[in-house]
């Protein structure tokens, strides 16, 4: 039933835009390839991305209360999406109580992970920062199907710095430190974690 009003894009191109921050709310998105940023222009103008999307994660869940999408979504390498018409999924799921289930829990687990990013940007050295961050992937790819110790970094390392709060300077210092270490190997922009124990414990 819910098969029958998802719409699957055509596909989006590197840098091409998903929503704006600026777009009536009309529907929500799964990553079905690819992967996908969100950005949100700051006090000052500069650009803050919010958030990286990767397969089988909803984009746009922020925006269930608004008018309108609370941030740009862009992706980030070629990509697709699965497009469900939020009117058509609020309908279909006073029938079905498990898919309003599975969408409460889905926006809890946003929730949870907002409150672990404010963590990390205000309590955490940018080694603690970096190692939590790679961490989450690992546990996102994983619960997905996907490898949690190689796996893809498509976004840039500029993107990482932002996301974090730190200096792209820093977090290029930081990645050499690990690779050096050995807890990471490095191959364009595939990342191996080759010492899981000390990336975590080096989350603090």
């Known amino acids: 039933m819910l098969?029958?009003?998802?719409?699957?894009s055509q596909g989006y191109q590197p840098k091409q835009t998903l929503f704006t921050i600026s777009d009536k709310f009309s529907t929500l998105y799964v990553v079905r390839s690819g992967s996908f940023k969100t950005t949100i222009s700051a006090s000052n103008g500069r650009e803050q991305v919010t958030g990286f999307y990767f397969?089988?994660?909803f984009i746009g869940l922020e925006a269930l209360h608004m008018p309108s999408y609370q941030s740009t979504a862009v992706a980030l390498e070629a990509s697709s999406v699965c497009a469900l018409p939020y009117k058509k999924v609020q309908a279909l799921g006073e029938s079905m109580p498990r898919l309003q289930s599975q969408l409460l829990t889905r926006l809890s687990k946003e929730?949870?992970?907002?409150?672990?990013?404010?963590?990390?940007?205000?309590?955490?050295t940018s080694e603690e920062k970096l190692a939590t961050?790679?961490?989450?992937?690992?546990?996102?790819?994983?619960?997905?199907?996907?490898?949690?110790?190689?796996f893809s970094l498509t976004m840039s390392r500029s993107d990482i710095a932002n996301h974090l709060g730190l200096?792209?300077?820093?977090?290029?210092?930081?990645?050499?430190k690990f690779q050096e270490n050995g807890l990471?190997?490095?191959?364009?922009?595939?990342?191996?974690?080759?010492?899981?124990?000390k990336i975590q414990a080096l989350c603090g």
């Open 3 to 8: 098969d029958k009003i998802v719409k699957r």
């Open 55 to 57: 397969p089988g994660e």
């Open 111 to 124: 929730l949870a992970g907002d409150k672990t990013f404010m963590l990390l940007l205000g309590k955490k």
């Open 133 to 150: 961050y790679l961490l989450s992937l690992s546990k996102r790819f994983e619960h997905r199907g996907f490898s949690a110790k190689e």
């Open 167 to 176: 200096a792209v300077e820093t977090i290029s210092r930081v990645f050499t």
């Open 184 to 197: 990471i190997v490095i191959d364009g922009k595939t990342i191996t974690l080759a010492n899981i124990n």
